[in-house]
């Protein structure tokens, strides 16, 4: 094999291919990328864990066709590195090894034969959709999938549904559900399950703003943007109703704030402590942290973080309390700081009696279920001390 690339075009299609190959060293073709050169003037960079599969392509002039497996991680850092915008590879020693020129740099690194690598099947589905901005809306919601490995299976992705008005992506961990809308129009009567390890690859594969034909076979997906085709298994079994669920949310409560400013104030209370408490006033919403409820009446949010032993804080953030309950309810901080980094602008929180709350804004709401109240920390007692005996004049 023998030819000639662009230096930033090879690289890219290299690095996409390498994104989905086995961590495992004990199978070193699936830590490899499948790099052929085909008599169409075409490279393709194959690169498979047996559950995703991406296949990248890219122009080059071909001298010698042929194919051969590389080092993930060791070529498309070589190739970056090079000096000048082309470079030359070529396979010598009977496919054993790889010659890489640019300009006056020359070398020579190991690779294994094509012959051993097993080419994972590659479906193309007759009828596939054009979805504008997948990659964005993926990231959206892609946050609030399980990662946990005890975690339910069907919990560990994103689902798409198309509908008559349009594509929705929600995701779910037990705990709350994400679910923001996409291109209006993607329409039709399909729901799919994309695994989270798969969204996560794809989101790092894309820009935001990339266009993607979509697709389902038997087991697979497939996205294809004309240069790049990925395909993941898609997550089979009977998938959480989390319309239900988002659609029949009791409202009793409302407050009107800003998802920035509200997140900046989380963002502090969450520091150091697991839970943080939201309290509804007339005139305002308090957030603090700790087992102490300080007893303020403000205009706005306002936020005491108690730190262990390094004092107090307090962030205001402007806030409209629309219905106000008199009972404080308390939320884990990290979820619901991720709740509100993944939105801009001004936001709804819906509240019901139980305190599960709705953050809604233009095109999206998260549902986050509310937390039992901390226990106070106990104070510890101060030790005994033990009075020593005199000894006894003699």
Not at 105 to 113: I, S, Y
Not at 229 to 249: K, M, P, Q, W, Y
Not at 348 to 366: D, N, P, Y
């Amino acid at each position: 094999m023998i030819f000639t690339a662009n230096k930033k075009a090879l690289h890219q299609i290299m690095a996409q291919a390498a994104l989905c190959v086995s961590e495992n060293p004990a199978q070193p073709y699936l830590c490899g990328i499948h790099l052929e050169a085909k008599a169409n003037g075409i490279v393709t960079c194959t690169g498979s864990d047996h559950e995703m599969t991406v296949q990248a392509s890219g122009p080059a002039a071909i001298a010698q066709v042929g194919a051969a497996v590389f080092d993930s991680r060791l070529i498309p850092e070589i190739v970056r590195k090079m000096p000048t915008d082309e470079v030359s590879i070529e396979t010598v020693n009977n496919d054993n090894q790889v010659v890489l020129r640019s300009g006056s740099c020359v070398m020579q690194v190991a690779c294994l034969p094509a012959k051993g690598y097993k080419m994972p099947d590659l479906p193309f589905p007759e009828s596939m959709m054009s979805v504008q901005g997948l990659p964005a809306l993926l990231r959206k919601v892609g946050f609030a999938a399980a990662t946990g490995q005890n975690d339910k299976p069907m919990l560990k992705g994103v689902s798409l549904t198309f509908s008559d008005s349009g594509l929705t992506a929600t995701a779910c961990d037990g705990y709350r559900v994400a679910e923001s809308r996409g291109d209006e129009e993607c329409k039709g009567n399909l729901s799919i399950m994309v695994p989270i390890r798969a969204v996560q690859r794809l989101v790092r594969l894309s820009s935001d703003d990339s266009v993607y034909q979509l697709g389902m076979t038997a087991k697979s997906i497939v996205f294809w943007d004309g240069s790049m085709l990925f395909t993941t298994r898609a997550l089979e079994g009977e998938a959480l109703d989390t319309v239900a669920i988002l659609s029949n949310h009791p409202e009793k409560y409302r407050v009107l704030t800003t998802a920035e400013g509200l997140a900046q104030a989380v963002g502090v209370a969450s520091v150091g402590e697991q839970s943080v408490c939201l309290r509804m006033q007339d005139s305002g919403l308090l957030l603090s942290s700790g087992t102490q409820i300080p007893d303020y009446k403000d205009d706005d949010i306002r936020l005491l973080a108690a730190y262990r032993g390094t004092g107090q804080s307090e962030i205001r953030v402007p806030a409209q309390v629309m219905v106000p309950s008199e009972k404080p309810f308390y939320y884990n901080g990290q979820k619901l700081l991720q709740n509100l980094q993944a939105m801009t602008g001004q936001v709804a929180l819906l509240f019901c009696e139980r305190g599960h709350v709705m953050i809604v804004s233009q095109h999206m709401r998260i549902f986050q279920m509310a937390a039992a109240a901390p226990k106070a920390r106990a104070t510890p007692k101060p030790k005994a001390v033990e009075k020593k005996k005199l000894p006894e004049a003699a």
